[in-house]
């Protein structure tokens, strides 16, 4: 069928809003009507070239929710009219990484950025002119109209507004995963979430949750800070130096229990700075990515041996999708997680160029597209 879509047809390029053809789900998928899609700065990594992706053009998104439309031939889990939250990771539920609470790591996840169906690189469900259109972690969510694999579809509770529901599908499990998952944030900690944007704010949401003494954002953007303030920072300043020495304070001179990295374009110093923030035995947590074929940070070797600091990487905050997106619905629901008040502005999908000028341009926590 036939669908408006955002596609970028080369790297670096910008999302234009096109009309692609859709194919039915065969067995093993769905077509969702998508109701909302955020607007994460990964899809932006792939527009400006720092992720390169298997095929142009490339229809974006992956940070989506929707309701299925029609699900394919003997394929069980699912029926129309389901409300879905779509998880940018695949879960296949065998691999070794499914079967020991690591379904952030499953191996499907290899074919994230091919484009293609998990099993076939030649095999795509989206058309431009009668060539193949690439599909983000096999979803895209900035489409009206989409058809992933079951593997990526998370079946929730039809109370929950979609438009909200969306930003669990990444920012929020990303970003509160990093805290309490990835950073083991503990009761009395010293946090430092650098870079507040709709994963920072999440690890912020998570470290205030994990019952963090002193969380500490930073961002150069004013707005930012604020939110952060109001969101869970007890602190928030404009640099690292500053959140440095604001935690040595609070620690007798040691250094921060974790520092979780946020940045848009996260890059080698970052990373540094916020492995310097730390205490010993403490943990640096890196979640933001930047240019993907850039190697080697610069951190003491000395720190890292003899103050047997940990540098620790995180996907997804280290979450499992299919349970943990669901807790984090449940705590939104308890009032236990701000869903609400993550959305700066909402665009149509004609406007999302204008969206991602607004988030370089430090003016949202998160935009989302809303479809009619
Ligand atoms: N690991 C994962 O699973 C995962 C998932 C989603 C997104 N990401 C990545 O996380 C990063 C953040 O995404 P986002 O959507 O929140 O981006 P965003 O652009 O909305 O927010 C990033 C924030 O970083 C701030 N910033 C820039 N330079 C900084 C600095 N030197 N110190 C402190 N703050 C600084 C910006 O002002 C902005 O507020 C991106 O790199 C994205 O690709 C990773
Ligand atoms: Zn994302
Ligand atoms: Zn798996």
Not at 52 to 60: D, I, L
Not at 161 to 172: E, F, H, I, R, Y
Request: with cysteine; glycine share 14%; charged share 20%.
């Amino acid at each position: 069928m036939k669908t408006r879509g955002a596609v970028v047809r080369q790297a670096p390029g910008k999302f234009e809003v096109v009309n692609l053809e859709v194919d039915a789900p065969r067995q093993g998928e769905l077509m969702v009507k998508m109701a909302a899609s955020g607007l994460c700065h990964s899809d932006d990594h792939v527009a400006t070239g720092d992720i390169p992706v298997g095929v142009y053009p490339f229809c974006g998104g992956h940070e989506g929710a929707g309701i299925v439309e029609q699900v394919g031939p003997n394929t069980r889990g699912f029926q129309e009219g389901d409300h879905v939250v779509f998880s940018f990771l695949p879960g296949c539920g065998r691999c070794r990484w499914c079967a020991s609470g690591y379904q952030n790591l499953c191996d499907l996840g290899a074919g994230l950025l091919a484009g293609s169906r998990w099993d076939d690189p030649t095999d795509f469900r989206m058309s431009l002119d009668g060539a193949p259109v690439g599909q983000m972690c096999g979803i895209s969510t900035f489409s009206e109209h989409t058809t992933v694999a079951v593997e990526s579809a998370v079946k929730i509770p039809e109370d929950i507004p979609l438009d909200k529901a969306c930003l669990v599908g990444c920012g929020v499990g990303t970003g509160w995963g990093s805290a309490v998952n990835s950073a083991e944030v503990k009761a009395g900690d010293t946090v430092i979430v650098m870079g507040v944007g709709g994963i920072g704010i999440n690890a912020v949401q998570g470290a205030a949750h994990a019952g963090a003494s002193q969380v500490i954002a930073v961002d150069p953007i004013a707005f930012k800070r604020e939110k952060a303030m109001e969101l869970g920072a007890t602190h928030a300043v404009g640099s690292m130096e500053e959140a440095t020495e604001l935690a040595k304070g609070f620690t007798n001179g040691q250094g921060a229990d974790s520092a979780i990295v946020t940045v848009g374009v996260t890059k080698p110093e970052h990373v540094g700075q916020a492995f310097s923030a730390i205490r010993k035995a403490g943990t640096a947590v890196v979640t933001g990515l930047g240019d993907i074929t850039e190697v080697g940070v610069p951190i003491a070797i000395s720190e890292l041996t003899l103050f047997q600091k940990r540098l620790q990487g995180a996907l997804f905050g280290d979450s499992n999708p299919s349970t943990d997106m669901l807790k984090m619905l449940r705590l939104y629901t308890e009032g236990n997680l701000k869903l609400d008040e993550l959305i700066t502005k909402t665009y149509s999908l004609e406007d999302i160029q204008q969206g991602y000028e607004d988030m370089h341009a430090g003016k949202n926590i998160r935009g989302v597209i809303v479809y009619n």
